[in-house]
Nanobody, 117 residues
Framework: VQLQASGGGLVQAGGSLKLSCAAS????????MGWYRQAPGKQRDLVAT???????NYDHFVGGRFTISRDSAKKTVYLQMNILKPEDTAVYYC????????????WGQGTQVTVSS
């Protein structure tokens, strides 16, 4: 099983980035796909999730700036991040929850997003 994340990098405040995460080797039905982030010295926090039927959930700090989407056929989840702020600087981890045949969670290796002021 592999979750390959890409799209991170260095951007100035107010800029945009789009993260992608492609899952491979997963057997079963992928229910939830999402993104979490972890800043230095802090816990890993939810950013956004999207279910197999397209229901989305965002953490409050997103404030309409981020949009999560998925291509279920490609087993890929995306995170479009706009109006980035320095406080968005973190390692972003993609996440997959498989509901069937057994509930399992998978995590990607993380991609660094750095927003300069």
């Amino acid at each position: 099983v592999q979750l390959q994340a890409s799209g991170g990098g260095l951007v100035q405040a107010g800029g945009s980035l789009k993260l992608s995460c492609a899952a491979s080797g997963i057997i079963g039905n992928i229910d939830v796909m999402g993104w979490y982030r972890q800043a230095p010295g802090k816990q890993r926090d939810l950013v956004a999730t999207v279910t197999a039927v397209g229901l989305t959930n965002y953490d409050h700090f997103v404030g309409g700036r981020f949009t999560i989407s998925r291509d279920s056929a490609k087993k890929t989840v995306y995170l479009q991040m706009n109006i980035l702020k320095p406080e968005d600087t973190a390692v972003y981890y993609c996440y997959v929850h498989v509901a069937w045949p057994s509930p399992l969670d998978y995590w990607g290796q993380g991609t660094q997003v750095t927003v300069s002021s």
